[in-house]
């Protein structure tokens, strides 16, 4: 895959403020202010300084003097975002933004412009698309694999495949065995709770890297490389329970999901799932790149599905930024039918 060119929109181009304010000599304001060794102070401490004092065309300044010589310097793009965002030039700061999201797909090794405009449609919280880009959500766990688990359970408190555990089990009671299919399974950090209830367990997600950890841990009878909704509408075969732990918040729009998801269902079958709780009607897409959704929508969703709630639940799934991310737990029930005694009322 090529690496995408250079960005090109210049930090100072249309779009853009097109009269800016003169920036003033950063070295001289922090001299004035008399800060030790003002003239011969970082770039990036320069700004820290000045935005601390308020002083924020100075630290500008001293931003725009980093990126003429690093273009993609990330931090001082980030600082200059934020910046532009307190002084009201919002404009300026989602071109800066761009070039963020720019070099984040060049290190992801995506090409093309989908995956940026899906991170710019995050950012601006202009439309979103149904669901995440592709290519950028491989790419981005194909990155994450080797250290997701440690990540998500030692740092982020990571708890929503528990909580999907204990409501499936109110539902179930001591029934076991089941045919199992996971949707987005990751490493398996779920589908390791969910191996004592299977007779068999299917996963199915699309980073080949996510599905290399699964692999190892030898609890899935079969892994599929693919995306949900495609691998869904392109198969048959029914499964008493379908789960997507952490999964639906790529996906903006669930209608056609979760009509899929009640297909391959059998009578009485049972869909578990986690999503972000949002308190707007909908579904919308945040700058974390994750969607989220409210639980009318979700509630609209399963009816158009045929699907009927058996537990709804809020709970904390993990933290972000050492703040806790609320979110839905839902079972869902496919119309009554004759596995329903088995699979419990
Ligand atoms: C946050 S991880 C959660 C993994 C696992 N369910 C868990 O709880 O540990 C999300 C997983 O969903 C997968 N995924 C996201 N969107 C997908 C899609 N449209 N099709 C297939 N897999 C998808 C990602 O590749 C990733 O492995």
């Known amino acids: 895959m090529s690496p995408p060119q250079a960005p090109e929109t210049p930090l100072h181009g249309p779009g853009s403020n097109p009269d800016p304010a003169p920036l003033p000599d950063w070295r001289a304001r922090l001299a004035e202010r008399g800060f030790p060794g003002a003239r011969q102070v970082p ?6 300084v000045l935005r601390s004092w308020g002083e924020s065309l100075a630290a500008e300044a001293a931003l725009r003097e980093l990126l003429g010589r690093y273009p993609d310097d990330e931090g001082a793009l980030r600082m200059l975002a934020k910046l ?3 002084g009201g ?9 761009r070039r963020l999201h720019l070099r984040r797909c060049r290190e992801l090794g995506l090409s093309g412009d989908a995956a940026v405009a899906f991170l710019d449609a995050a950012e601006t919280g202009s439309p979103p698309p149904p669901r995440a880009d592709e290519g950028y959500v491989a790419a981005l766990f194909d990155q994450y694999a080797e250290h997701f688990d440690e990540k998500l359970r030692g740092q982020l408190g990571y708890r929503a495949p528990e909580c999907v555990l204990d409501a499936v089990l109110e539902v179930l009671g001591g029934r076991r065995g089941l045919d199992v299919l996971e949707l987005g399974c990751g490493t398996g950090l779920a589908g390791v709770l969910l191996r ?3 007779l068999r367990l299917t ?21 599929v490389t693919g995306e949900i909704t495609q691998t869904l509408t392109s198969s048959e075969g029914s499964h008493e329970l379908i789960v997507a732990v952490d999964v639906l918040v790529y ?5 056609a999901l979760f009509e899929q998801v009640a297909r391959h269902l059998v009578p009485g079958g049972l869909f578990a799932f986690t999503v972000e709780k949002s308190e707007e009607p909908g579904y919308q897409l945040r700058s974390t790149g994750r969607y989220v959704h409210s639980l009318g929508y979700l509630r609209d969703c399963a009816r158009a599905a045929g699907l009927h709630p058996r537990v709804e639940r809020q ?3 993990r933290t972000e930024k050492g703040e806790p991310v609320h979110g839905h737990v839902v079972v ?6 004759p596995l329903q005694d088995r699979l419990g009322r």
Do not use: K, N, T, W
Not at 203 to 223: F, H, K, P, V, W
Not at 332 to 337: P, R, V
């Open 332 to 337: 869902l029930q496919q119309q009554q039918g």
């Open 89 to 97: 030039r919002s404009d300026e700061a989602v071109q800066v933004r």
């Open 251 to 255: 996906f903006g729009a669930l209608e």
């Open 84 to 86: 532009l965002d307190e």
């Open 43 to 48: 770039c990036m401490h320069g700004a820290a």
């Open 196 to 198: 004592p209830l299977a």
């Open 203 to 223: 996963g199915i997600d699309l980073s080949q890297g996510m599905l290399d950890r699964a692999r190892e841990r030898g609890i899935y009878d079969a892994l």
């Open 315 to 317: 709970h904390v799934l």
